[in-house]
């Protein structure tokens, strides 16, 4: 499936982004989706995840409390709210779809993603 980031930006340190994974119409019920960043010279990390009834979500420690994941199946599309931002959230984000139930265990691999997006750069500072 096709997957298109966007709303990435350069954003000052406190404020918010949110940011847009949309995938063809009506497709979004067959996948969960995971929001991944890769910070310059690092790898990539898992951020935050959304099963496919919206009854699960995770997030990683380093943004719990401060980012909240969405999805609207009717605009065939998953949201990550950022708020409160810091330098550390500099990165590229990308969304990945999988077919699978993310779970505690496993939201984060990689591996179990079927389908990447592009990405969308977030730079946060003063």
């Known amino acids: 499936v096709q997957l298109v980031e966007s709303g990435g930006g350069l954003v000052q340190p406190g404020g918010s982004l949110k940011l847009s994974c949309t995938m063809p119409q009506w497709e979004l019920d067959a996948y969960a989706v995971t929001w991944f960043r890769q910070a310059p010279g690092k790898g990539r990390e898992g951020v935050s995840s959304i099963s496919k009834s919206a009854g699960r979500k995770y997030y990683s420690d380093a943004v719990r409390g401060r980012f909240t994941i969405s999805r609207d199946i009717a605009e065939s599309t998953v949201y990550l709210q950022m708020n409160n931002l810091v330098p550390d959230d500099t990165g590229l984000y990308y969304c990945?779809?999988?077919?699978?139930?993310?779970?505690?265990?496993?939201?984060?691999?990689?591996?179990?993603?079927?389908?990447w997006g592009q990405g969308t750069q977030v730079t946060v500072s003063s």
């Open positions: 990945g779809a999988r077919e699978t139930m993310p779970g505690s265990s496993d939201w984060w691999e990689e591996a179990k993603i079927d389908s």
